[in-house]
């Protein structure tokens, strides 16, 4: 495809679940972001690829997140144990010199 | 403080007028600096990039002040389809950073 794509776009999750998100980047972009942005803020970092390395995993807001991205192309966000803090928007981003292009999200609510 | 602070406005603006709006940043090490924006329920969209000498795209111009650690975005003869929450990113080795954005609202 032409752009970033993300699945689910929505899920709903009962608190103590696992979720796993997916991003397929732009075809041929190294660089690879994941982001959370929870509503009526900007999307705040969250862990960077390039290529199959992770990079900077700082943003991670506890151990219960973790992000893969095992053959350098698909990345897959995995939130462990949901809680209801996690409900945000996550979004994907590929990156080619400094431009973002992001994709529609996944919007995740922890009831 | 966070690092990238705007105004969250909303900024009402009659169609056809001129709207203006700052982001500042406190990492005197950023380096790359960018306009998004966000329909709302929508991922944000790049704008354009700001160069340190500024640049314009059609209605809209963003500068630079390395100095005084902000960056600007004006749009000209505002459209209804302008509405939208406008967001800045700064790049400063690895780090990117948004700001919270900037609600702008173009009435008729």
């Known amino acids: 495809g032409a752009g970033v794509s993300q699945s689910p776009r929505y899920k709903v999750a009962k608190r103590g679940q696992d979720v796993a998100l997916r991003c397929d980047p732009i075809s041929g972009h190294v660089s690879l972001f994941w982001y959370q942005q929870a509503l009526g803020q900007g999307p705040e970092f969250l862990t960077y690829f390039q290529n199959e390395a992770q990079l900077d995993k700082s943003g991670l807001p506890s151990d219960r997140f973790f992000a893969e991205r095992p053959e350098g192309s698909v990345s897959t966000l995995k939130i462990q144990r949901t809680q209801q803090e996690d409900s945000a928007v996550y979004l994907c981003?590929?990156?080619?010199?400094?431009?973002?292009?992001f994709g529609p999200g996944t919007r995740l609510t922890v009831t | 403080r966070k690092e990238v602070e705007q105004d969250p406005g909303p900024f009402n603006v009659p169609e056809g007028a001129t709207v203006a709006f700052n982001c500042t940043y406190s990492?005197?090490?950023?380096?790359?600096f960018f306009w998004y924006r966000q329909d709302c329920r929508k991922e944000p969209k790049l704008l354009m990039s700001?160069?340190?000498s500024g640049n314009e795209d059609g209605r809209f111009t963003a500068q630079l002040n390395r100095a005084s650690q902000y960056i600007s975005l004006l749009i000209r003869d505002s459209k209804l389809s302008d509405s939208a929450t406008y967001l800045c990113?700064?790049?400063?080795?690895?780090?990117?950073?948004f700001g919270a954005g900037t609600q702008v609202v173009v009435t008729p």
């Open positions: 700001v160069y340190s």
């Open positions: 990492n005197s090490a950023s380096q790359s």
């Open positions: 981003a590929s990156n080619l010199a400094g431009e973002q292009y």
């Open positions: 990113r700064t790049d400063s080795w690895g780090k990117f950073q």
